[in-house]
């Protein structure tokens, strides 16, 4: 098992999942609780992480529900018995998710509906762990970012030296570079940036090299 990053009391392992190399994102507090997000592939690697880190996951949180980060929803809601929160807008997109696997001849799991609603502001807290939700749409139309100290889990918002793609049903470029700039770019500059794909980075490293925001 890798080991985390930590941030304080806080750990974090990012674990890229399937073909298309999605960042499922694990955290957790000091006492060992906290939320899966993004499980995009590879539910049984995902569960044996969860066992082996001892972490007693509250939830399933969604930064959007495009088919390469839902793809292993299922079987780990059902393996640890947990909800699944998602963005209201993006529910079509998680409707659509076997479809759209199917157009890159990848095979699915097509989850059940979420069982709960993520809206601005919305705080998730597992045991000294809390996480808050900021809605960032552009990629996705329902696309969420999750912050707590001293770190943000971006999804397709942000990347080091890039932005989420917007040529997909429902994106919205001028939409995604106001949301990055309003929601991204006002938090403190040594602020880790864990995306959906790719390594991690800092705010302030964007703000001064990310050709996408000049």
């Known amino acids: 098992m890798s080991a985390p990053f930590t941030h304080g009391a806080l750990r974090l392992w990012s674990v890229p999942t399937g073909p298309i190399q999605e960042n499922a994102i694990l955290i957790a507090g000091a006492q060992n609780e906290g939320f899966l997000i993004d499980p995009g592939d590879d539910a049984e690697r995902l569960l044996t992480l969860v066992r082996g880190s001892g972490v007693t996951v509250r939830g399933i949180l969604l930064t959007h529900a495009h ?3 839902i793809g292993a929803v299922q079987p780990l809601r059902e393996a640890l018995r947990v909800p699944v929160w998602l963005h209201p807008a993006d529910l079509p997109l998680y409707h659509m998710g076997a479809q759209s696997a199917a157009r890159w001849n990848l095979p699915f799991i097509q989850p059940a509906d979420p069982d709960h609603e993520i809206s601005e502001g919305q705080t998730f807290a597992a ?8 809605v960032l749409p552009g990629h996705a139309p329902g696309h969420v970012v999750f912050t707590a100290p001293g770190l ?5 918002t942000l990347f080091r030296g890039g932005i989420g793609r917007t040529d997909l ?4 470029h001028p939409q995604l570079l106001a949301g990055i700039r309003e929601q991204l770019l006002t938090l403190p500059g040594d602020t880790a940036v864990y995306p ?3 390594p991690r980075t800092t705010v302030a490293t964007e703000i001064k090299t990310n050709p996408f925001l000049h």
């Open 196 to 198: 959906g794909h790719g």
């Open 169 to 172: 049903p429902g994106g919205n």
């Open 127 to 134: 045991g000294d762990l809390t996480l808050t939700a900021r």
């Open 152 to 156: 943000v889990i971006t999804g397709d």
């Open 67 to 69: 088919f390469d980060h």
